[in-house]
């Protein structure tokens, strides 16, 4: 067990949808990324967020937004969603960038 | 744009057998070079890379970072089964606060009993 904490497991939705995933980081950890993996793509990475703030943005649709809150928990928000948007997706955590990042079982979603 | 390459895409092999993965990188303002090991689900991690030369060893694995070819290898002495899983290499860069990392596609590693 990592120690990330990723809610829910498995999330089926109907295409136009909006749903949000919830990241628990690791106790300490200050830094959250969002990645993305499906089958044609591998991990892709999504944002990052560091003690609250946005740090970095890889290829995130503009349909998808994140945020991180003051306890240093993220959501993830998936909104229009689309068949395309079905994937795995992580979440990670580490303390900065000088220490690994440690990822949550993922929230596998299937958009039908 | 950063890019990470691993080499081979899958292989099959033996209990007993070595196997070696590659990955190579072109990434602005390197910082550290990951590997990951993937089973089910979540990537968990193995080793993180940050100097040339230096060997990171736990139990039946290592992995060396040659930051001037810019590639790293990853060993696996007498495989296991349970050695079976994609195994990913990921860099990162070298900004404050930024921890980005780039993945490569992945080596899927089958072991055979």
């Known amino acids: 067990d990592s120690g990330v904490t990723q809610t829910p497991k498995h999330l089926i939705t109907a295409t136009g949808q909006r749903v949000t995933l919830r990241c628990s980081p690791r106790?300490?950890?200050?830094?959250v990324y969002w990645y993305q993996q499906s089958l044609d793509q591998g991990l892709q990475f999504l944002i990052q967020?560091?003690?609250?703030?946005?740090?970095a943005k890889g290829n995130i649709l503009e349909r998808f937004s994140a945020q991180q809150f003051p306890d240093l928990h993220s959501e993830l928000n998936l909104s229009s969603l689309e068949l395309g948007d079905s994937a795995l997706y992580f979440c990670a955590s580490s303390v900065d960038m000088n220490t690994e990042a440690f990822f949550g079982q993922g929230t596998r979603l299937t958009v039908v | 744009e950063d890019k990470v390459v691993q080499s081979p895409l899958s292989l099959v092999v033996h209990e007993g057998d070595t196997v070696t993965l590659n990955c190579s990188y072109e990434v602005t303002n390197f910082r550290s070079l990951l590997w990951y090991k993937q089973e089910k689900k979540a990537p968990t991690f193995l080793f993180m890379l940050t100097s040339s030369g230096i060997e990171k060893k736990s139990g039946r694995l290592s992995s060396i970072l040659d930051k001037k070819e810019l590639f790293s290898i990853l060993n696996i002495t007498a495989t296991q089964t349970g050695d079976s899983a994609i195994y990913l290499c990921a860099v990162g860069p070298l900004l404050i606060g930024d921890y980005k990392l780039s993945f490569g596609a992945g080596t899927t590693v089958t072991v055979r009993a």
């Open positions: 106790s300490g950890d200050l830094s």
């Open positions: 967020y560091y003690n609250g703030e946005e740090r």
